[in-house]
């Protein structure tokens, strides 16, 4: 955690001798007038998953460093905004007990910044019913891209998968995948049964090595994708058990047998020391949002929010840029509302749904959410490679090509944005 | 040995021979080979977590649940010495130093209070003490993926074709040889006939003036040696994630139930069967999502074989 917060610091200094405005500029907020909001809060909820094995607050650590920063500048019309945070803690009841305090207890007109395994599959319902607008941002179960109701900034599993995949089949010459995720329906299988669909569309093919989560060795999946007959290996895990799966490989000098690609969780300021010398310039990384070294206004103005408002220890990570983005648009969205609606929950859910063509170097294409069944905005992104001290970007922003997104393209041109 | 431990052995190779033959039907030897090697070396894991319980088990009653967490512990701490740049031999030492504080400062103040409650009483304890050094961990260290690699990690034989590092033939031998090492400490010296002594009959070891203090002291030490052992082999070769490596007690309890909490050979034997079948299941498309039962079935099958042809009644065991 220090080593990432050295590394944003050296990330913001690189901004500023790059001739960007970082520190030296205060950040940018809402109307950005410089006075604080006063009056009745309006209340806006989130909810994370941060217990032992997992920290998902990254989000809503920066969706509230904005929301402060937002406060201070004005608010939404002179109001500020109440952020209740709520824990889920990776228990199932408990993010049933969190959804039903922020939806049904309080008058709260949305989530933002929402980031958890568990609440998106245990929720989604409520949030239907309720008719109430999720503006998530650390999404990573199909429920998060497959329901009414919820929206995320980030990709999760499924588009970063096919972002790897279709860069190995382009770049490295990948005929056949070995996809190691995760043995649940909705995380892991979902989003290797895409990468090997994808690769099937093209004249490939593919396979999945299922990790059981309750399971400690990863070496058995390991060596079950080694034995399927891929030419390259998919390690579709958070960064722990892919660090786990590198060292395995590592360790049976598997590195020049394979492609090694990679969702979005390898995209970790702490990954390349970890993965140690072995893997520098062998392991290719799929970014979401923008790699740190793009550095675009955007960007800078997030790690100046996150300087000012936010505590040191919060990550400065993908997560971190996800929830600044969910509330810095929802903010934007806010503040284009007639303020006498801002109370009223079906307006500004509605107002949520009309959220079209936003958007920020962070992010490769536009922000929008329209009014359907599924939601994934955020289906472009970066390529980067594992070097010593960091990550080497091997191509700019790209659209997934797959047909996964076919009714996402649809619902893009029926909105104008194609 | 008798002619039943004859025959046991016989139907222990020939069942371990079919299982292993049939899951790896078809596949390249060098693949069984990988998930072979692969399996030992998660075995003598779990072998040497059933040792150390064991060990403790015998000598003071106690089944102790957090040595897992005292070899989290002590992995982390290893691995936060080395980010400060410490000698790395001075943080392995660390590693079972702390682990060996933790298990001593448990065995030394807290159990002695639990001495004359039942053994689920005190076994439940140790859970309790083991979720609390775990939450502790997890406060000092948020969750950050994170690597131990040991210098054994880059040294391998070539075995068949298949690469096996030296850390897990550290790893395999330590096992045995620990086995081997407590056994002959136990048979041969002072303190392991109190030992044993404690282990038969606590009250009657007291009145003829066997110092416990001292005796289940000696057995907690050996126990945070071992979890200090342990936790950094399972950081090296697992992971190093503090809930996995304090749960990897599980499967070590598994380990120690197919010695009955007395046979140390058996608990070896029993751990390292258990990684082996654990990996080959993931050669079976059927049977691989049942990887983490295969431990406590193996066990359940192990106690019921055991068990066979005696009865339980009001007088006792028949």
């Given at each position: 955690?220090?080593?990432?917060?050295a590394l944003s610091a050296a990330i913001t200094l690189a901004g500023v001798t790059a001739g960007g405005q970082a520190l030296a500029a205060d950040p940018m907020c809402g109307a950005n007038t410089g006075e604080a909001a006063?009056?009745?809060?309006?209340?806006?909820?989130?909810?994370?998953?941060?217990?032992?094995?997992?920290?998902?607050?990254?989000?809503?650590?920066?969706?509230?460093?904005?929301?402060?920063?937002?406060?201070?500048?004005?608010?939404?019309?002179?109001?500020?905004?109440?952020?209740?945070?709520?824990?889920?803690?990776?228990?199932?009841?408990?993010?049933?007990?969190?959804?039903?305090?922020?939806?049904?207890?309080?008058?709260?007109?949305?989530?933002?910044?929402?980031?958890?395994?568990?609440?998106?599959?245990?929720?989604?319902?409520?949030?239907?019913?309720?008719?109430?607008?999720?503006?998530?941002?650390?999404?990573?179960?199909?429920?998060?891209?497959?329901?009414?109701?919820?929206?995320?900034?980030?990709?999760?599993?499924?588009?970063?998968?096919?972002?790897?995949?279709?860069?190995?089949?382009?770049?490295?010459?990948?005929?056949?995948?070995?996809?190691?995720?995760?043995?649940?329906?909705?995380?892991?299988i979902w989003s290797c049964e895409a990468a090997i669909n994808y690769m099937e569309e093209n004249g490939g093919t593919g396979s999945m090595a299922l990790i059981n989560p309750g399971a400690p060795d990863v070496n058995s999946?390991?060596?079950?994708?080694?034995?399927?007959?891929?030419?390259?290996?998919?390690?579709?895990?958070?960064?722990?058990?892919?660090?786990?799966?590198?060292?395995?490989?590592?360790?049976?000098?598997?590195?020049?047998?394979?492609?090694?690609?990679?969702?979005?969780?390898?995209?970790?300021?702490?990954?390349?020391?970890?993965?140690?010398?072995?893997?520098?310039?062998?392991?290719?990384?799929?970014?979401?949002?923008?790699?740190?070294?793009?550095?675009?206004?955007?960007?800078?103005?997030?790690?100046?929010?996150?300087?000012?408002?936010?505590?040191?220890?919060?990550?400065?990570?993908?997560?971190?840029q996800a929830g600044y983005l969910s509330a810095k648009f929802f903010t934007e969205m806010m503040l284009e509302m007639d303020p006498a609606d801002v109370d009223d929950r079906a307006k500004v859910a509605d107002a949520i749904?009309?959220?079209?063509?936003?958007?920020?170097?962070?992010?490769?294409?536009?922000?929008?959410?329209?009014?359907?069944?599924?939601?994934?905005?955020?289906?472009?992104?970066?390529?980067?490679?594992?070097?010593?001290?960091?990550?080497?970007?091997?191509?700019?922003?790209?659209?997934?090509?797959?047909?996964?997104?076919?009714?996402?393209?649809?619902?893009?041109?029926?909105?104008?944005?194609? | 040995?008798?002619?039943?431990?004859?025959?046991?052995?016989?139907?222990?190779?020939?069942?371990?021979?079919?299982?292993?033959?049939?899951?790896?039907?078809?596949?390249?030897?060098?693949?069984?080979?990988?998930?072979?090697?692969?399996?030992?070396?998660?075995?003598?894991?779990?072998?040497?977590?059933?040792?150390?319980?064991?060990?403790?088990?015998?000598?003071?009653?106690?089944?102790?649940?957090?040595?897992?967490?005292?070899?989290?512990?002590?992995?982390?701490?290893?691995?936060?010495?080395?980010?400060?740049?410490?000698?790395?031999?001075?943080?392995?030492?660390?590693?079972?130093?702390?682990?060996?504080?933790?298990?001593?400062?448990?065995?030394?103040?807290?159990?002695?209070?639990?001495?004359?409650?039942?053994?689920?009483?005190?076994?439940?304890?140790?859970?309790?003490?083991?979720?609390?050094?775990?939450?502790?961990?997890?406060?000092?260290?948020?969750?950050?993926?994170?690597?131990?690699?040991?210098?054994?990690?880059?040294?391998?034989?070539?075995?068949?074709?298949?690469?096996?590092?030296?850390?897990?033939?550290?790893?395999?031998?330590?096992?045995?040889?620990?086995?081997?090492?407590?056994?002959?400490?136990?048979?041969?010296?002072?303190?392991?006939?109190?030992?044993?002594?404690?282990?038969?009959?606590?009250?009657?070891?007291?009145?003829?003036?066997?110092?416990?203090?001292?005796?289940?002291?000696?057995?907690?030490?050996?126990?945070?040696?071992?979890?200090?052992?342990?936790?950094?082999?399972?950081?090296?070769?697992?992971?190093?994630?503090?809930?996995?490596?304090?749960?990897?007690?599980?499967?070590?309890?598994?380990?120690?139930?197919?010695?009955?909490?007395?046979?140390?050979?058996?608990?070896?034997?029993?751990?390292?069967?258990?990684?082996?079948?654990?990996?080959?299941?993931?050669?079976?498309?059927?049977?691989?999502?049942?990887?983490?039962?295969?431990?406590?079935?193996?066990?359940?099958?192990?106690?019921?074989?055991?068990?066979?042809?005696?009865?339980?009644?009001?007088?006792?065991?028949?």
């Amino acid at each position: 955690m220090k080593l990432k917060t050295a590394l944003s610091a050296a990330i913001t200094l690189a901004g500023v001798t790059a001739g960007g405005q970082a520190l030296a500029a205060d950040p940018m907020c809402g109307a950005n007038t410089g006075e604080a909001a006063s009056g009745d809060p309006i209340l806006v909820g989130g909810i994370h998953g941060n217990a032992a094995p997992g920290d998902f607050s990254a989000a809503t650590d920066a969706a509230k460093a904005y929301f402060d920063c937002v406060n201070a500048n004005g608010g939404i019309n002179g109001r500020p905004i109440e952020y209740i945070i709520e824990n889920d803690q990776w228990n199932p009841e408990l993010a049933a007990q969190a959804a039903a305090k922020l939806v049904n207890d309080t008058d709260t007109v949305a989530l933002v910044a929402n980031g958890s395994f568990i609440e998106m599959a245990v929720n989604a319902g409520t949030y239907a019913e309720a008719d109430i607008m999720v503006m998530a941002s650390a999404c990573a179960i199909s429920e998060c891209f497959e329901s009414s109701n919820i929206v995320s900034t980030n990709q999760g599993p499924l588009p970063s998968n096919l972002g790897a995949v279709m860069y190995a089949r382009e770049e490295l010459g990948a005929e056949n995948i070995a996809c190691i995720g995760l043995n649940i329906p909705n995380n892991g299988i979902w989003s290797c049964e895409a990468a090997i669909n994808y690769m099937e569309e093209n004249g490939g093919t593919g396979s999945m090595a299922l990790i059981n989560p309750g399971a400690p060795d990863v070496n058995s999946a390991l060596l079950e994708a080694v034995s399927s007959g891929a030419d390259t290996i998919l390690i579709n895990q958070p960064a722990g058990l892919a660090l786990a799966i590198l060292k395995a490989a590592e360790e049976q000098d598997l590195r020049d047998a394979f492609n090694w690609i990679a969702p979005t969780p390898l995209y970790d300021l702490s990954i390349p020391d970890q993965v140690g010398e072995y893997w520098h310039g062998d392991v290719y990384v799929n970014a979401e949002l923008a790699p740190f070294q793009v550095n675009g206004p955007d960007a800078q103005n997030w790690i100046a929010v996150m300087d000012a408002y936010a505590r040191p220890e919060d990550p400065r990570d993908t997560f971190a840029q996800a929830g600044y983005l969910s509330a810095k648009f929802f903010t934007e969205m806010m503040l284009e509302m007639d303020p006498a609606d801002v109370d009223d929950r079906a307006k500004v859910a509605d107002a949520i749904r009309a959220i079209k063509g936003k958007t920020s170097d962070l992010m490769c294409g536009p922000y929008y959410v329209g009014d359907a069944d599924f939601h994934m905005p955020n289906h472009a992104g970066y390529m980067v490679k594992i070097i010593e001290g960091g990550y080497e970007i091997v191509r700019d922003c790209y659209e997934y090509d797959s047909s996964y997104f076919d009714p996402h393209l649809k619902l893009e041109a029926e909105m104008g944005l194609q | 040995m008798t002619r039943t431990q004859l025959w046991n052995w016989a139907l222990y190779i020939a069942l371990m021979a079919l299982i292993l033959g049939w899951l790896g039907w078809g596949k390249p030897f060098k693949i069984q080979g990988l998930f072979l090697a692969s399996g030992l070396a998660v075995g003598s894991l779990y072998a040497l977590g059933g040792i150390g319980m064991v060990v403790l088990f015998r000598a003071s009653g106690v089944l102790n649940f957090s040595s897992g967490a005292a070899g989290a512990a002590g992995a982390m701490t290893a691995w936060q010495l080395a980010e400060w740049g410490v000698w790395p031999p001075a943080t392995w030492l660390a590693c079972i130093l702390v682990a060996l504080a933790i298990t001593l400062a448990y065995g030394r103040f807290l159990a002695p209070r639990l001495a004359w409650r039942e053994p689920v009483v005190k076994a439940v304890a140790t859970l309790g003490f083991a979720l609390i050094i775990l939450g502790l961990v997890s406060f000092l260290w948020i969750d950050d993926p994170r690597s131990i690699t040991l210098p054994t990690d880059k040294m391998g034989i070539k075995f068949l074709g298949l690469r096996i590092t030296v850390t897990r033939l550290i790893v395999f031998f330590a096992s045995i040889g620990i086995v081997i090492g407590i056994w002959a400490f136990l048979a041969k010296t002072a303190i392991g006939l109190q030992m044993r002594s404690l282990a038969n009959d606590r009250d009657l070891s007291a009145l003829l003036g066997i110092p416990i203090l001292k005796v289940e002291t000696i057995a907690w030490g050996i126990s945070g040696v071992l979890a200090g052992f342990t936790g950094l082999m399972f950081a090296d070769l697992i992971r190093l994630e503090p809930t996995v490596i304090t749960f990897m007690v599980i499967p070590s309890i598994a380990a120690a139930i197919c010695g009955r909490l007395d046979n140390l050979a058996l608990v070896l034997i029993g751990g390292l069967s258990m990684g082996v079948i654990e990996n080959m299941l993931t050669l079976s498309n059927a049977l691989k999502g049942a990887r983490p039962i295969a431990p406590f079935v193996i066990a359940a099958v192990v106690l019921l074989y055991s068990q066979r042809g005696t009865r339980l009644t009001f007088g006792g065991r028949e």
